[in-house]
């Protein structure tokens, strides 16, 4: 499967514990992108990465949220202490060093209890 | 900022018909981009128009670029059950700012 790769499709959390998000870019493509998805709603952008620098996280929330991507393996999206409101679908896109053309993976909803 | 509004929120139309749907944006925009997502999955790129004015097909589908480069349009002709989902534009200036800015979705729902 060439696609982009998110794991896990499906995570709870409790309140207060750390979830990780994993995102395998497409064969060839060196950006990432991470954007997050409430209920009836557009997706909302949240970082921009290339490998091992992070180009624009304007949209990412000043605390708790992080995001890497590493030169060896996926990107990860961190979120330390969650709360109910982080319960949401995480989508993570690629696309290739000469366009911005957004590849997305199948996200991964993440729900706080 | 950004912003981007879509019209309308919602569609119930029967199988045969015809589907429009715009975006419009409070600024430009050097790319338009048309995406479909269905329940569970992550967005599907429809069309991609990267010059004001132009006017792209894909099948069923045709999207246009407006000239005011704040504004797009996509048509669905002869729409058909597998057309239901949720219909995305996003707007995109390239470079250091390469992420998308989406509008919050028409859902479609066809009739047979």
């Known amino acids: 499967n060439a696609g982009v790769m998110q794991n896990p499709r499906h995570l709870v959390r409790r309140r207060g514990q750390e979830a990780r998000l994993r995102c395998s870019p497409m064969k060839g493509h060196s950006h990432v992108y991470w954007y997050r998805q409430l209920p009836e709603e557009g997706l909302k952008f949240m970082v921009y990465l290339q490998k091992e620098n992070i180009i624009d996280e304007s949209g990412m929330p000043k605390e708790r949220f992080s995001a890497e991507f590493p030169k060896e393996g996926p990107s990860i999206l961190r979120i330390q202490q969650v709360v109910r409101g982080d319960s949401a679908a995480y989508f993570c896109?690629?696309?290739?060093?000469?366009?911005?053309?957004?590849?997305f993976g199948s996200g991964t909803r993440l729900t706080v209890v | 900022g950004q912003q981007l509004n879509q019209s309308p929120q919602s569609m119930f139309i029967q199988e045969g018909e015809d589907v429009s749907m715009n975006c419009t944006s409070s600024?430009?925009?050097?790319?338009w981009l048309w995406y479909k997502q269905e329940p569970g999955e992550g967005p599907v790129l429809l069309i991609a128009l990267y010059k004001a004015g132009e006017l792209t097909s894909n099948g069923r589908l045709t999207a246009q670029f407006g000239i005011t480069r704040k504004d797009s349009f996509l048509n669905i002709s002869a729409s058909i059950p597998s057309d239901v989902g949720i219909y995305f534009c996003a707007g995109q200036n390239g470079g250091s700012q390469g992420n998308l800015i989406f509008g919050k979705g028409t859902k479609l729902s066809v009739k047979p």
């Open positions: 896109a690629s696309s290739h060093y000469r366009d911005s053309l957004h590849t």
């Open positions: 600024s430009i925009f050097n790319t």
